[in-house]
């Protein structure tokens, strides 16, 4: 079994076991997403036990529904939101807070809310992201990672780490059911660990060792990936 096959079966393990347990949340089916689960909304909470995600002023977060209840943490606490468009076909969404009344920022926390609050931005113009959170399938105690398989995080962060807006000391968090987080996860040069895990009852630093990638990995993306994602074209000609 090689490394892709041994990662598909960590998810659909994971995603039959929430379903199983009757944790997981709309949209359904979670097979195939970044699942949503029930805590979600407590564990957006947890994150304020970590120093770097309080002092953060720019917080890049993921798309996916489970990480909804971050986003909106980010902006009631004032944090400039960085949120990758789905599929990254649009680029990457900048939300200021100081921009957005308090009563919208629960639909500006959603995908669509975000296209009509958000500004389109290209990553140049972004400043330096101070904290990351994405949405994960399962995770390792030691760091390791995966999502649902289509690598759009680990995209996102080689493009922002290739233009230095994000450096190899910048905190990677995800937010998941404690059911997701399971033994040893294999890795690849493109994968992206994280420094903390935060579930409904409290956060887990990972103390990972496993490095990150320093930029795009050209010769891993195929043609077709390349030619879905108009940033990734226009970054490849630079």
């Known amino acids: 079994m090689n490394l892709r096959e041994q990662k598909q079966r960590i998810r659909e393990h994971v995603w039959d076991l929430l379903v199983r347990e009757q944790v997981a949340r709309p949209p359904f089916p979670i097979r195939g997403r970044i699942p949503n689960f029930i805590g979600a909304e407590a564990a957006a909470e947890k994150l304020l036990r970590l120093e770097s995600f309080r002092s953060a002023r720019t917080v890049k977060v993921s798309p996916d529904s489970p ?11 004032g944090k400039r939101l960085v ?12 939300l200021e807070p100081s921009k957005i009344s308090e009563r919208n920022f629960r639909y ?4 669509r809310g975000g296209f009509t609050f ?23 105690r030691g760091g390791a990672r995966v999502g649902k398989g ?34 040893e996860i294999p890795v690849e040069e493109f994968d992206v660990p994280v420094d903390y895990i935060v579930t409904d009852v409290g956060a887990l630093a990972t103390n990972t060792r496993l ?7 050209w010769q891993l993306l195929s043609d077709e990936k390349i030619e879905e994602i108009p940033l990734l074209k226009r970054l490849m000609k630079t």
Do not use: N, W
């Not at 500006?108 to 995908?111: L, P, R, Y």
């Open 150 to 183: 289509e690598g759009y995080s680990e995209i996102e962060y080689a493009i922002l780490r290739m233009l230095g807006r994000v450096s190899e000391d910048t905190p990677v968090t995800t937010t998941v059911h404690p059911l997701q987080i399971v033994g």
């Open 108 to 111: 500006a926390s959603t995908i």
């Open 67 to 77: 990480q909804r209840p971050v986003r909106e943490l980010c902006m009631r606490m």
């Open 118 to 140: 958000g500004e389109k931005v290209e990553p140049e113009s972004l400043d330096v992201v101070d904290f990351i959170v994405v949405g994960s399938v399962a995770v390792s």
């Open 211 to 217: 490095s990150r990638p320093k930029g795009i990995i």
């Open 83 to 94: 949120m990758p468009t789905p599929r990254l076909r649009e680029g990457f969404l900048l």
